[in-house]
């Protein structure tokens, strides 16, 4: 009988198990195609095992002790006089201090090495796009191009991108998961994030941060294309009529949801200064003097 009722727990559980499951077949965080992505997975793989060490004895250990020391086992040793045991004070205070030396090494090491405001090393000329989170959509701003879009895009493989990033609504979050890194938009300031794509492909993007009754549908797609796909998709934006200009600007930042993919041939090259600045009494903190972090007007 209590086999019966075992098997059958055991059976329930793995059915559980199978349902909470069955919604994971794609877990972008965990497929990275950016060597930034690749380094998070590991970082998150590396952590997850080394607390595993710890995590998986105590839970066996835990069960281990319920089943031999329970009331129907007479044939169990009964100490109650027992207070201490050097190997076991040796072994709990050993092997955790070493696990958080070796975490902690591991995320000093990777905290400089991902740094989100550390340039990419390569030798191909990075790309650089500038963000503007807003109700409920994301522009893109090629400022070397003259282009922009909105909730697409399109980025050269194996080119490093150099994003910079700022609000002109509420706080929200940058996050491509499958290139890694997550990064906050903030009004009246801006913030960093560098990525690359390694493999061409059509990925997720969206808001991390709660940001109203639109966040659900905050999403955008990141193309990563060929260098030859990358030239026909910027001769496509550049063939539209649409020019992004303060005014039209301020149109296109009013909330909307679901908004469809907009391009724009010319913006206006100070834009992304002037959505800054509205909120600094027309300064902005200059990123590329972090010594001093003076501002510009």
């Known amino acids: 009988m209590k086999e019966k ?12 198990l199978a349902t ?30 080394a607390m595993l060490i ?10 281990l002790f319920a089943w031999r020391y329970r009331a129907s086992n007479k044939s169990a040793e009964y100490r109650p006089n027992w207070s201490h045991s050097t190997g076991i004070e ?7 201090t070493l696990i958080i030396l070796f975490l902690g090494v591991l995320t000093w090491k990777s905290t400089h090495e991902l740094d989100p405001y550390r340039p990419l ?10 963000v503007v989170a807003l109700d409920w959509k994301w522009l893109f701003i090629y400022p070397d191009l003259g282009i922009a879009s909105v909730n697409q895009l399109a980025i050269p493989v194996g080119t490093p991108v150099n994003f910079n990033i700022t609000s002109d609504s509420v706080m929200n979050s940058f996050f491509i ?28 993007g969206e808001s991390a941060n709660f940001s109203g009754k639109g966040f659900s549908d905050m999403k955008f797609r990141a193309l990563a294309q060929s260098p030859e796909e990358f030239n026909a998709w910027v001769a ?17 930042s009013q909330p909307g949801e679901k ?21 600094n009494n027309g300064n902005v903190l200059d990123l590329q003097d972090n010594s001093n972090c003076k501002a510009k007007g």
């Not at 009722?5 to 559980?16: D, E, H, N, V």
């Open 259 to 279: 908004e469809p993919v907009t391009y724009f041939s010319s913006v206006d090259p100070k834009l992304f200064h002037n959505i800054i600045a509205r909120y």
């Open 121 to 130: 090393e390569s030798s191909v000329k990075p790309i650089n796009v500038e």
């Open 5 to 16: 009722t075992l098997r059958g727990a055991m059976s329930s559980a793995a059915i559980g």
């Open 236 to 252: 496509k934006v550049r063939a539209s009529s649409n020019s992004l200009d303060m005014n039209r600007y301020n149109v296109v």
């Open 54 to 63: 710890v995590v998986i004895p105590v839970i066996a250990m835990t069960l």
């Open 90 to 96: 040796i072994a709990i205070w050993t092997i955790p």
């Open 20 to 49: 909470l499951l069955s919604g994971c077949s794609n877990l972008d965080l965990l497929n990275p195609k950016g060597s930034v992505g690749a380094a998070e997975r590991d970082l998150i793989a590396t952590s997850t095992w």
């Open 177 to 204: 998961p499958q290139l890694g890194g997550q990064i906050y938009a903030m009004a009246g300031m801006q913030t960093k994030l560098h990525l690359i794509a390694d493999e061409a492909g059509d990925y997720a």
